[in-house]
């Protein structure tokens, strides 16, 4: 496999499998029955009459951030945080929402679904927040949905993920999977690989977007070598990679998660496997777990995303200059902060589009609210509460950063239930 893959620019995630329930822990048993709620149409009518706590009267108006700020995703989502708080700070200093200022309350969501699910119940009905950004895992998300809808409350979800599902309750502003995951097989095809080995954490998105993979693969002349998972938070992967490299692959594609992957590079690289060798395309790598796996293992290596630090545009040089200023020079964005940062915005306009708090108000202003995001222009799709989103596939290089070596060219239609592609029927 020549190294041509990783240097020259081209030319041109169904409902949660039936292993969910061995990925997440028992005790997500008692919300089973509401998650059957995930394939809903985001306009379809929410059966909750719950009623809204979130007080309007004052100066100020309250969010929730939840994030893992502890366990195996804090290595991820901390940064996730520290964006949302920029997105408020910046908000306040510009008048705030409405006249009101943010009073943002901040949860850990500690990298189990469960608790994800009682902060979520916490930050609704306890602190009548008037929205919620946060969540990473899909295990984190499948547990919130039921609680959002069932409270019609609002959560904006800003992570990619494996798409078929939408909820009148969730706006999902990271990508769906033909933003980023199919445009990421497209480059591999264009580029000549014939094969993959697919390597992944045991939950949700991993499941759920290799299933997607393979249906992509076996309507494209591409053969699957190999399907591994591994428990989030694993650090022993020498039995994996000694099963990829014998493989004879032509590429990995890898869905892990969090912490884990400092151990995977670190052996990959271990065993003498190169990008040139077997290249691997990574959708959960940002430039903040970069630094986490130590630029010498990892370097030279792809990731699928929509947005890199790199991106040169007006709004993002001012984005990160913000975010350095705030948080420390040595700090990189990275797509899901940049995700979350534009979550706040497009918050604000629905908000202010409505004139209104109130979910349904907001719920129903935020179809065609666009905002000139650090990616690019974003709009928010009216029909499933994603956005258009520009694909990107970038190449890790010695400074730690992301360089973009192929682009969409222009924002993608979110199509998380893939009904534009004939090797996807089946799947949702």
């Known amino acids: 496999m020549s190294s041509d893959l990783t240097t020259r620019p081209a030319s041109s995630r169904r409902r949660n499998s039936r292993r969910l329930a061995l990925a997440l822990p028992a005790a997500l048993s008692v919300v089973a029955v509401a998650l059957s709620a995930c394939g809903a149409s985001a306009d379809e009518e929410s059966s909750s009459s719950a009623a809204s706590c979130v007080d309007t009267s004052g100066a100020k108006i309250k969010v929730g951030s939840l994030n893992s700020l502890s366990g195996t995703m804090a290595i991820s989502e901390v940064t996730v945080r520290d964006s949302i708080k920029l997105a ?31 902060k979520a119940e916490k930050l609704i009905s306890g602190d009548c927040v008037a929205a919620v950004f946060g969540g990473w895992t899909s295990s984190s998300r499948k547990a919130m949905l039921p609680v959002f809808e069932d409270k019609n409350a609002l959560l904006y979800y ?6 078929l599902e939408s909820s009148k309750n969730i706006f999902y502003t990271g990508a769906t999977t033909n933003q980023q995951i199919v445009p990421a097989l497209d480059y591999l095809k264009e580029k000549g690989i014939t094969s993959l080995y697919l390597v992944g954490s045991d939950y949700v998105f991993p499941q759920t977007a290799n299933r997607i993979i393979k249906a992509y693969a076996g309507a494209n002349g591409i053969e699957i070598k190999g399907e591994d998972y591994t428990p989030l938070g694993s650090t022993d992967f020498s039995t994996i990679v000694n099963k990829v490299r014998a493989s004879n692959a032509g590429a990995v594609f890898n869905t892990l998660n969090g912490d884990s992957n400092v151990a995977f590079f670190r052996e990959y690289k271990n065993v003498g496997l190169t990008p040139a060798t077997m290249p691997v395309v990574s959708v959960s790598i940002a430039e903040e777990e970069v630094g986490g796996i130590g630029v010498q293992n990892i370097e030279g290596q792809l ?5 890199y630090q790199t991106v040169d545009t007006p709004a993002n040089k001012a984005f990160v200059e913000a975010y350095k ?25 629905s908000v202010e589009k409505a004139n209104s708090f109130a979910v349904p108000d907001v719920q129903k202003a935020s179809g065609g609210v666009s905002f000139d995001a650090p990616e690019g222009t974003v709009t928010i799709n009216a029909e499933n509460n994603h956005i258009t989103k520009t694909a ?25 239930y893939l009904k534009g592609y004939d090797w996807a029927e089946g799947l949702g």
Do not use: C, H
Request: charged share 25%; no cysteine.
């Open 88 to 118: 408020v700070e910046q908000i306040n200093a510009s008048g705030g929402v409405l006249g009101k200022q943010i009073d943002l309350v901040g949860e850990d969501g500690a990298s189990e679904p469960t608790v994800f699910a009682e």
């Open 392 to 416: 990107r596939i970038g190449e890790i290089r010695d400074d730690g950063l992301i360089y973009t070596v192929w682009d969409s060219g222009q924002p993608i239609e979110p199509d998380p």
């Open 158 to 163: 800003p992570v990619q993920y494996e798409g």
């Open 325 to 349: 200023a705030r948080y420390g020079a040595d700090k990189p964005t990275s797509d899901p902060m940049e995700a979350a940062y534009t979550s706040v915005f497009l918050w604000k306009k």
């Open 303 to 307: 990731t699928a995303w929509n947005y």
